[in-house]
């Protein structure tokens, strides 16, 4: 007798472990619960099990009719909540960015200008950096901006009134498919996570808690993945970029050829007179650079010129000579 009722014992302890894989099965499929059910019954029916097997086998059973219950109840919320979706117009989102390049004679004033569109127009700024020249005024200037996707359009053209356009592009991306996908899967993992928190309310065996807390915690963290993917969607989608360059503008000076060529005789007097004044200028420019070797010349060489010229001057007619 004693064996007969271990053997039924293993029996019930062997049946309850495959009603709670079916039931974590079901979990991740919403159309196992039927199947766990049906797991429960039959487990129900094979009778002589002792007063745990029993027990095991009502609790399995309990746990079963309450995911089948509230999987009805997700299906039914979500049915009634899909038909006005399924009538309503689809929200494209869209991740929008730009870039524009400027040029200014004043960097730093219209860096300024840029900041109060964005100001304008409900956006911030989320980076910069500047440079400046040798005299401390800012030379270049890169902003990195963010407005609402709806004034994209807006903020772009603003932008580009602000100084001399150099360039700009506009850039779209459309994430719509990856969106609904991604609520999808986030509704879906939030449904399993509360299924699970049943089963390891009811759970009786410490194998069996440790087992179902291993999932839960699987299935947390691919939930907080989804909702960080969720997350950034929702952010760019909402937010445009917009990239600013501003640069100092320097213009270069284009000496146009004068085709016009001067004829006739008050042509040639006007040249002619260019000619004389060209060549005086050249004659006074080499007498003022003689002029100092001039002078040095006078100051020693008329001392000299005198002693010689005394020593050879012939004697006086009324002087006697020796």
Known sequence: MTSLRT???????ILTAITMTALLAACSANDSA????EASAGQSSDGGADSSGGSSSDAGGASSRQLGSSDATTSGSGTSAADPASTAPLQRSIIATGTVSLASKDVGETRRDVQRIVDAQGGTVTDESTETDQEGHTSYARLVVRVPSSKFGAAMTALEDVGVLRSSDRG?????????DNGARVRAQEASLKRVELLLAEAKTLKDVIWIESQLTSRHAELDSLKSQQAWLADQTSMSTITVDISTLTRQVVEEPDDDTPAGFMAGLRGGMKAVGAMLVAVATILGALLPFTVLVLVLGLPVWLVVRRRKAPPAAGTPTT
């Open 7 to 13: 053997t039924r014992t293993r029996a019930a302890g």
């Open 34 to 37: 039927g199947d766990a059910t």
């Open 172 to 180: 779209s991306d459309d994430v719509t498919t990856e969106v609904i």
